[in-house]
């Protein structure tokens, strides 16, 4: 399991999404989060994390989902 530092917001169905992609992260949003999410989604294809949000210490399993222009993180 990972342990995220940064800290996120999650949206009110309590469903975190990253877009790791722009140019600039989301406020919260460490780089070193960034990076360990990308080896783990390498070696297993999803990554059980927790992570710290305004509703406190969540868990859960991020899944990585790629479109054309973007890709996302999403619990």
Not at 10 to 21: A, D
Not at 45 to 54: C, D, W
Not at 55 to 68: C, D, S
């Amino acid at each position: 399991m990972l342990i995220l530092e940064g800290r996120y917001h999650v949206q009110p169905n309590k469903r975190l999404t990253i877009f790791p992609e722009g140019k600039t992260l989301p406020k919260g949003t460490l780089e070193s989060d960034i990076s360990a999410l990308r080896k783990d989604f390498e070696m297993k294809g999803h990554s059980e994390v927790q992570v710290i949000t305004q509703h406190g210490v969540m868990f859960g399993t991020l899944m990585e989902k790629k479109t054309a222009s973007t890709s996302l993180m999403a619990i």
